[in-house]
């Protein structure tokens, strides 16, 4: 249905692998190791978690009378800890979304248009648990070499395992996915790792730099923040991310004057530009190509 609307694409939110919000099944429960709870299992529970029961039109009116506050209800996937999934993601309804990302894109069914795509150097933790880091390094296909990649010293805090290992699963593993798979149809990709840390944010993003973080400085947007004072490197960063994105969009190309160059992909080389966190744009070698390879054996090993 959206062949020919567009002619560019980026995406700031890499997933792009079975089980990271790419299809749930309309209305049967259990059909899919992935999504055991169907899109239907999860708007009734979401109506109970706002205490509406039924499917009649007292029902219908209830839930169109929730306020947008209420909808959205802070991205939340479950009704609580533990509790019932209640968000859905996007719906394998067989007209709009008619298959996955992961199968779309392994039969090369894609758009072939020009890519941005990348993730954040601690874009997520959550997707990922274990109490131990035995426990953690199990959940990869080949544990002993997760553990020496990961944490070669023995040294690493469970909790920064937890978000380096959450990270490569759900974005950062995914959007290389998806980038060999548009470069594999002779589209042009430009992978980015946005890791720039604000002095501001120092103490609270030891990890890096969180899922959505990039979004203020891509559009060059921090002074809406209410209360915020950007520093000169805040603001250098802005411009620079602001101009790769506008580059992109005019032309297919985020390079430009006066801006460090950022390599196009491309498999053999896995060159891509990094944000580091003092803020220097970098391209170079995917310094987490390594973690990355564990990270894709173990979603290959996926059922």
């Known amino acids: 249905m959206d062949r020919g609307l567009f ?14 919000l790419t299809g749930r099944p309309l209305s049967e429960d259990g059909i899919d190791t992935h999504y055991p ?36 209800d802070n991205g939340q996937e479950t009704a609580g800890p533990g509790g019932p999934i209640t968000y859905s993601g996007p719906i394998l309804d067989g007209r709009l979304v008619v298959e996955t990302a992961q199968s779309a894109y392994e039969a090369g069914r894609q758009a072939n248009v020009p890519l941005i795509i990348g993730a954040n150097s601690a874009d997520f933790v959550g997707f990922i648990s274990a109490d131990t880091k035995d426990e953690l390094f199990s959940q990869f296909s080949h544990a002993e070499k997760a553990a020496e990649i990961y944490d070669p010293e023995g040294t690493t805090e469970l909790a920064t395992l937890l978000v380096m290992a959450g990270t490569d699963k759900v974005q950062a593993e995914p ?21 720039y840390v604000p002095d501001a944010m120092s103490e609270r993003w030891q990890n890096g730099a969180p899922h959505g973080s990039e979004i203020a400085y891509v559009f060059d947007t921090l002074n809406a923040w209410p209360g915020s004072t950007p520093s000169p490197e805040d603001e250098d960063v802005a411009r620079a991310l602001n101009s790769y994105w506008a ?41 987490w190509k390594a973690r990355l390879d564990v990270s894709e054996r173990a979603a290959d090993a996926q059922p």
């Open 7 to 20: 002619h560019k694409a980026i995406s700031q939110s890499g997933g792009s692998r079975d089980g990271v």
């Open 37 to 72: 709870v169907s899109a239907e299992t999860a708007g009734i529970n979401f109506a109970r978690r706002h205490d509406i029961v039924g499917e009649d039109a007292a029902a219908l009116e209830k839930l169109r009378a929730l306020s947008a506050e209420e909808i959205v």
């Open 247 to 287: 580059n992109f969009a005019k032309s297919g190309n985020p390079n430009g004057e006066g801006l460090p160059v950022w390599p196009q992909y491309q498999r053999e080389r896995e060159e891509i530009l990094v944000i580091e966190a003092d803020g220097e744009f970098i391209g170079r070698e995917d310094p």
């Open 175 to 195: 959007a290389r996915f998806a980038a060999r798979a548009f470069e594999d149809k002779g589209a042009p990709v430009y992978v980015y790792r946005f890791g």
